[in-house]
């Protein structure tokens, strides 16, 4: 036993790293070495069972077992073996047969693989971060190799090139480079770069250079591209840039990175400059809104006190009417004989209401064809018909949070009546072609000069919708029935006809408006100021003269419809002021007021007297 102890010892005196001797007849470990003890984590393994170390595949051991014998030697790396706390070793095993003392045994020499990358991996790791001067040396070389071969394209580049080793030293610069950022190839090459042209960032704060992705790019081997940052210039002014750093590599070695900047200092200075522009055009545009706005509610103040003129408690009524609904969001049917106002009505309600920043969308049934009313009301998509070139809102759509003015409801086919009033009701309409449904908040108002109970009853308008309609409605009276109103609706459609000719505006003499009060107006107001228009068209004289050919009858008066003799009085002194201005002051004679008015001087001098009317009125 002692000579065999001595036989393994010089057997192992050999070997390297981790050895065992094996019995293969008893499958015990006659040797081994301190590497091994130290691989398995056991001092006691002389002795024991090698198959206990073997983790898994015991077959694959009886084979290679029966492979060395037969051959003399072998190797695997198929073979798990364990450690004494029973973790998986993988390893190379090397065996040979060994004859000792007349008995064969097996050497094995057991390699930890995993313990053989660390340490390859430990010294890449040595070879390339430890940056020894043969390293330092390695990367000069490499980069002066770059430039000295690519002399004339990095010198050619209108980009700034420059390249920094592992340390962060400059190692060339090409004549872009030079030229934009004032240092020469001599100031910068073999010095720290970041801390001569990226020291600081713009905004004065210093910028470390473990900061600075150019350092990143060699550090973490990243390629970093950076759209605005700041180099200095040797001058001390700093210049806009845009760059790309790119690690670079000599071989499997990481010696530096490489990079490519551009000065975007007048790009920079122009965008700036178009911004500058286009938050000025926002401002303009804010005001110019604003302003909109304002303007737009003056206007509608002057509207509130022009836009519908009369004095008849018909219109006072109807002004009532009209103010106590603008305020609501109900729906609103405005009956009436054609020209009487409607739309005037629609559009003042519209205006007085919450809705009023948006404009009132008026959609006049009677004026589109049948077939083109849905796609009118509703919209349509691309291809939704033959001629449906690209998608189009609808009327419908175009109202949304504001006020969709239907003229001559009763004109609206049945069918599309009834999808109107699915939209209104569910607050979504969809476009012809489209399934989409798209939210709708919108209020309607319509108008009829037709009885839409009547229509109802004859199945022209659907009974749902003119129930939902029906919520406010509104009747603007004819203006037969209101004729003290015409005096000053003459007034202002004369102002109004003879601001827009260019005219002056003709008087209108007693008789005239005598005229006026008695005819019937089938047309209504619309008539009226057609009649003014020619009227103030044709009137050569200073008077004005109307054509009404078949004055009716005088119309019935009703007797709450009476001016009152304050009315009278008003529109008389208006009037004879008018007159006298006209006549530049003269009463009698051919062209002087007198005669304007159609009456006697004597008649007209007494009249100035009784109203109190004096020169200073009319000069
Ligand atoms: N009270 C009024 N004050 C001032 N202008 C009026 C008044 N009533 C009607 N008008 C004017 O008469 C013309 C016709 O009015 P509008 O178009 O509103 O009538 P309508 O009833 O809608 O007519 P239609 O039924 O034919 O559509 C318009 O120029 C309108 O400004």
Known sequence: MKDSAASYDSALAGAFGATVIIDPATDRICAATRDAEHLFEDNGLVGSVFSTRIASNFAAFVVFVDEVCHRGAAWTRELTLQNSQHQPLNCEINARILTLDGADVLLLNIVDLQAFERRAEQSDAARIYSGGLVEWQRAQAFFSDLERENQLILNAAGEGIYGVNADGKTTFLNRAAQEMLGWTAEDLLGRDIHSMIHHHHLNGETYPSHDCPIYQSFRYEQVNRIEDEVFWRKDGKPIRVEYVSTPIYDGPVLVGAVVIFRDITERWENERKLRDAMDEVAALRDQLMQENAYLQEAINIERAHHDIIGHSPQIRYLISQIELVSRTDANVLI?????????????????????????????????????????????HVRGAFSGALK??????????????????????????QAKLLDALQNGAVARMGDDRMRALDVRLIASTSRNLEREVQAGRIRQDLFLYLNVFPIHCPPLRERPQDIPPLVAHLLRLVCKRLGRRQPIVTEGIMRKLQSYDWPGNVRELA????????????????????????????????????????????ANTIACMKEAGGRVSGKDGAASLLDIRPTTLYSRLQKLGIRSEDWS
């Open 391 to 416: 998608d189009k809102p609808g009327k419908l759509e175009l109202a949304h949070g504001g006020t969709l003015y239907v003229d001559e409801i009763a004109d609206i086919p049945i069918e599309q």
């Open 530 to 573: 057609n009649v003014i228009e020619r009227g103030a068209i044709v009137s050569q004289s200073g008077k004005l003269i109307i054509d009404i050919n078949n004055p009716a009858a005088p119309a019935v008066r009703n007797t709450s419809a009476l001016l009152t003799e304050a009315d009278i009085e008003q529109i008389r002194i």
């Open 335 to 379: 009956t009436g004989e054609s020209g009487t106002g409607k739309s005037l009505v629609a559009t003042a309600i519209h205006n007085d209401s919450s809705r009023s920043r948006r404009p009132p969308i008026h959609f006049r049934g009677g004026a589109v064809s049948a077939e083109m009313i849905e796609s009118e009301l509703f919209g």
